[in-house]
T-cell receptor, first 113, second 110 residues
């Protein structure tokens, strides 16, 4: 059974600080990794994808991947109240073939004004 | 470019009634998916379609059927609704594993 684990939170972070969200996965053969943001009552929105070990930066967001430790994280710098949402980690086996992806249950992030 | 659209947005059914949830995408994606999301359970895959004419069961297919009508459209049918099917249903399409979600259908079965 392939699994993706996340701390459910809530994770409370002061405005302007760095929010760190973590995810572990069980399938060592996984090749594609994603972070989705979901506001309350809305659908998930893809914010980051990462395929190789290391860091990938996009604006205030940085995704970090460590395949040896089966660990992926999302850092949000200069956190804003608008970042308050649930963040879903998702993992897939084959990077260039559309297939089922496994979602974690999400971490609720609350940015304190 | 509307992305992924779903109808209806809200629906209330009585136990035993049937209905079809509609989904369409205009991004020319081959793969499409149906999920349900319940509090504390995360997103669970009901069915997916890797291409036109093919469908496969996901994690929770019981009580549902799907039809991949063409490349754009993927419908989900509840033949005899049960209260356990009360949930929010999301359709998604994907390209290179990056999934794009519709706005969802909030279904209540009484």
């Amino acid at each position: 059974q392939k699994e993706v684990e996340q701390n459910s939170g809530p994770l409370s972070v002061p405005e302007g600080a760095i929010a760190s969200l973590n995810c572990t996965y069980s399938d060592r053969g996984s090749q594609s990794f994603f972070w989705y943001r979901q506001y309350s009552g809305k659908s998930p929105e893809l914010i980051m994808s990462i395929y190789s070990n290391g860091d990938k930066e996009d604006g205030r967001f940085t995704a970090q991947l460590n395949k040896a430790s089966q660990y992926v994280s999302l850092l949000i710098r200069d956190s804003q109240p608008s970042d308050s949402a649930t963040y879903l980690c998702a993992v897939n086996g084959i990077w260039n073939r559309d297939d089922k992806i496994i979602f974690g249950k999400g971490t609720r992030l609350h940015i304190l004004p | 470019n509307a992305g992924v659209t779903q109808t209806p947005k809200f629906q209330v059914l009585k136990t035993g009634q049937s209905m079809t949830l509609q989904c369409a995408q205009d991004m020319n994606h081959n793969s499409m998916y149906w999920y349900r999301q319940d509090p504390g359970m995360g997103l669970r895959l009901i069915y997916y379609s890797a291409s036109e004419g093919t469908t496969d069961k996901g994690e929770v297919p019981n009580g549902y059927n799907v039809s991949r009508l063409n490349k754009r459209e993927f419908s989900l049918r509840l033949e005899s609704a049960a209260p356990s099917q009360t949930s929010v249903y999301f359709c998604a399409s994907s390209s290179y594993n990056e999934q794009f979600f519709g706005p969802g259908t909030r279904l209540t079965v009484l």
